[in-house]
């Protein structure tokens, strides 16, 4: 009896055992399969890996021993698994002086640029109003030749008129002194 106690924890320990390296070996096969899938070989991954690393260390220091880059499978919203995806989990110990520097550099530049674009759109706003204005000017005085022609050709036909009545008036003031 005592046998069988000891060998019912033996096959529990066992279980345990066997599900870990079940596990274990689940986890490298669906490395594998997305390496596969993603066309990328182990020696690809580290080589990217090190130049991820040597990237972000140009601009903050990291624990390097804590890194953690790895290829995942991404969950599809129906549950399904979707394409591979790069995981980088990676700890930050501080941000480089240098790094700081540079950026509030850029941050400057940027903002010195910006302004510089808004003078610029301002200094053409200004320039599309005055030449809109300008147009406007011209189109007044252009408007206010036509009115001075069209009221000149209304005194031209108003002279005429008074031109055809007198003729007219005279013309029946001598038919009036004929009779």
Do not use: C, W
Not at 64 to 75: A, F, G, H, Q, W
Not at 142 to 163: F, H, L, N, R
């Amino acid at each position: 009896m005592f046998e069988n106690v000891i060998n019912f924890f033996k096959g529990l320990g066992k279980n345990k055992n066997d599900n870990k390296s079940k596990d274990a070996a689940k986890e490298r096969l669906h490395l594998v399969l997305m390496q596969d899938r993603a066309n990328i070989s182990a020696d690809f991954l580290a080589l990217m890996k090190q130049e991820i690393i040597e990237v972000i260390k140009k601009y903050i220091d990291v624990d390097e021993n804590s890194i953690d880059v790895r290829l995942t499978n991404k969950s599809n919203d129906d549950g399904t698994t979707g394409a591979p995806v790069l995981y980088a989990n990676i700890p930050i110990v501080s941000v480089k002086e240098e790094a700081k520097e540079e950026a509030r550099k850029i941050q400057k530049e940027n903002a010195k640029q910006e302004e510089n674009k808004e003078s610029i759109e301002d200094n053409e706003v200004n320039e599309e109003k005055e030449e809109i204005d300008d147009k406007d000017d011209n189109e007044e005085t252009t408007g206010e030749q036509k009115e001075e022609e069209k009221a000149q050709e209304v005194i031209e036909k108003a002279e005429e008129i008074v031109e055809e009545i007198k003729e007219e008036v005279k013309e029946e003031t001598e038919k009036e002194d004929e009779n």
